[in-house]
């Protein structure tokens, strides 16, 4: 029987200032970014980005997923509990991002960014999409070593106990899932989807299909929140909010390569 192995959330002790392994892995999320970054523009199709365009985006996206992240925590998740505690809303130390409303901050930063250098809002984010998938994967790692966001009851081999949870029901390691699909294997496929020139919006559309599916797939494998628990048909509530970004991203796509 697997035992998760209770990492030190703390990475670093450096005297006074400690360096967590959450915050490590989103500096490796925007390392990537860069780096990913500076090999896409050298793609003949990209010629038109420069490397300066890498850090605007950069910062841009970072504002989005932050305010675009907990903001979506606080309407998605728990709308009735910050409406009688507002303030709470600033505790973002206490936790509550959530990845739908991350991406929906991005899609507004990016929507920012795009009128102010007169550029298509699909073209910036045809650019980004194929970047974002290597930082989901460090986010998840990030989950996996806090020994958050754990899975379902399973009897599988690999099952493990995350004594976080309060019992020592074997579970599924859901967060190596996720980092495995929407990590690792969305980033495989829209990398090489996106090396040739495609539809406008074809890459956007090819990210918000494969992450909703992959993402909708996971969920029957992640526990829900205790607070919520499964919703309609018993999905839970990231299937649901995966649902519209399959919808659209199908949309996109087939209206782009019919065009």
């Known amino acids: 029987m697997l035992i998760h192995p209770q990492f030190d959330p703390v990475a670093l002790h450096l005297g ?4 967590h392994w959450y915050g490590l892995m989103y500096l490796v999320a925007f390392l990537s970014f860069i780096y990913l970054g500076q090999r896409r523009i050298q793609q003949a ?7 300066r365009d890498i850090d605007d985006l950069l910062f841009f996206g970072v504002l989005g997923v932050v305010l675009g992240g907990r903001l979506g925590y606080v309407l998605f998740y728990k ?3 910050y409406l009688m505690h507002p303030l709470a809303i600033f505790k973002v130390w206490e936790g509550g991002m959530a990845f739908h409303g991350g991406l929906l901050g991005v899609c507004i930063a990016m929507a920012y960014y795009a009128y102010t250098r007169k550029r298509s809002w699909l073209a910036v984010t045809d650019f980004i999409a194929p970047m974002i998938p290597l930082g989901l ?16 009851a399973s009897t599988l081999p690999w099952a493990m106990i995350f004594p976080q949870s309060g019992d020592l029901t074997p579970r599924h390691p859901s967060q190596l899932y996720q980092f495995t699909g929407e ?25 918000l299909l494969g992450y909703g599916v992959l993402r909708f797939i996971a969920e029957f494998a992640r526990e829900p929140d205790d607070f ?9 509530m990231g299937q649901w909010l995966s649902l519209p970004m399959m919808l659209f991203g199908l949309l996109l796509m087939l209206r782009k390569h019919r065009d």
């Open 79 to 81: 709308p009735m509990d």
């Open 45 to 51: 199709h990209m010629r038109s980005w420069q490397r």
């Open 16 to 19: 006074p200032l400690s360096i």
């Open 228 to 236: 919520l628990g499964l919703l309609g048909f018993g999905w839970s």
């Open 137 to 152: 994967a460090a986010g998840r790692l990030g989950n996996f070593i806090n020994g958050e966001l754990w899975g379902r």
């Open 183 to 207: 990590g690792l294997l969305l980033f495989f496929i829209l990398w090489v989807y996106a090396r040739t020139p495609r539809p406008l919006g074809a890459v956007s559309g090819a990210f």
